[in-house]
């Protein structure tokens, strides 16, 4: 239904427009377009995205369509103040959304519900009442004193971005908060890594993390990127390893082996995954990682 009223509101402008508009105050892509139609065409197009499994999308440029979308909705408004403005509003929310942006987002949501004679009123308080509950998960703190505190405070904000993933799931803001929920499941599991030294059984503990983020996000656009660290902890092992057996007597080849075979079978992973983005990555990961360890054996022997 919102689709109709958004495209009827839409072709309005086609019928309402000023005469073609072909040099604007902005300059470039981001110039404010002859007609509405073609941005907003290209916005809901996309509304469906799935965040999580896939990576935003693009224009033929390489631009983010969203970034673009919004700048072409905000250069417009500029150029035509007041004009169909719920319309460009409601655009504006949902790039914003798109884009992490879920305070603002809520604000612009909450002008299009402000609008009560719009059709769009009823879409912009079905989208303040979700960019709110958004916004007040993105505002809980991250940090703490100590690792134990930073620890407590990425639980609970995982928890209410659980409770969203939950509430939201099988729609395209179910994939919004599963990418929130991911980024913070990543940079828990970064937190144990940094500083599994302090931890009892410290590197049993930060594989099994590492391990965890690929198997639960198996699914994710960045799966590619957490086999990656998972291979460089496999890597960091190996050099703490020669590090502390410097001593020939001391340095036993077949553990150090055992260590840096498990990065490379690692970086081999995505090293050979056709169409990740990290391929390149992984691939120079892995000759230098094999180079450094045929130095290593060769310096022992």
Sequence with gaps: MWLRLFAASALLIVIAAPPAVR???????AAPYEDLIEVLAILTWHMRDDAYRFPAPKDPTGRDVYKLALA???SWEKRFPGRMLDVTTLGRAQALERLGEFDRARAAYAEVEGMTTSPLARKGREGAERATAFAEAAALPEGGD????????LR???DAWGAL???YKDTPYGAMAL???ERLERATTRLVVDHRRDLERGNETAEKALRFLIEKHADSKLLPAHILRLGDFYAELAR???SEHERPLSFD??????LTDRALDTYHKVAAWDGAREKPEAQARFAALEAWKRATLTRYR
């Design 156 to 158: 609970r904000k995982l």
């Design 72 to 74: 072409r909705l905000q």
């Design 240 to 242: 703490q390893y020669v």
């Design 179 to 181: 990418v929130e929920e």
């Design 146 to 153: 100590g690792v134990d505190e930073e620890l407590s405070s």
């Design 253 to 258: 080849e077949d553990a150090f082996t055992s």
């Design 165 to 167: 993933v939950e509430r």
């Design 23 to 29: 040099a604007g105050d902005t300059p470039g892509v």
